[in-house]
Nanobody
Framework: VQLQASGGGLVQAGGSLTLSCAASGGTVSSYSMGWFRQAPGKDREFVAAFGWSGNRKYTDIVKGRFTISRDNAKNTVYLQMNSLKPEDTAVYYC??????????????????WGQGTQVTVSS
């Protein structure tokens, strides 16, 4: 499965961005799809996941601000990010896993990764 992340950019605090993750060579509905991010000098961290059955999971710091969704017809997963904060600045990665739902926050459970897209939030 090849994943292509896009949609990053520069936005002011309080603004919004939507990231896209287009898949080829496999169908997003066959995997749990995750978004991770890595800020400068920090480890990569889990952001959100969309399960193959339709479950959603978010890290606490983005709950109520970010929404993960899936479009099966476009074979694409999205991350809608609202009320962005400077601390959301990071490279965002999408990834695919076949792991059990209880482990979707663990990056080492993901088999396929996109190349990352930079999100910069200015204060």
């Amino acid at each position: 499965v090849q994943l292509q992340a896009s949609g990053g950019g520069l936005v002011q605090a309080g603004g919004s961005l939507t990231l896209s993750c287009a898949a080829s060579g496999g169908t997003v509905s066959s995997y749990s799809m995750g978004w991770f991010r890595q800020a400068p000098g920090k480890d990569r961290e889990f952001v959100a996941a969309f399960g193959w059955s339709g479950n959603r999971k978010y890290t606490d710091i983005v709950k109520g601000r970010f929404t993960i969704s899936r479009d099966n017809a476009k074979n694409t997963v999205y991350l809608q990010m609202n009320s962005l904060k400077p601390e959301d600045t990071a490279v965002y990665y999408c990834a695919a896993t076949s792991t059990i739902w209880g482990r979707v926050t663990e990056e080492d459970r993901y088999l396929y990764w996109g190349q990352g897209t930079q999100v910069t939030v200015s204060s």
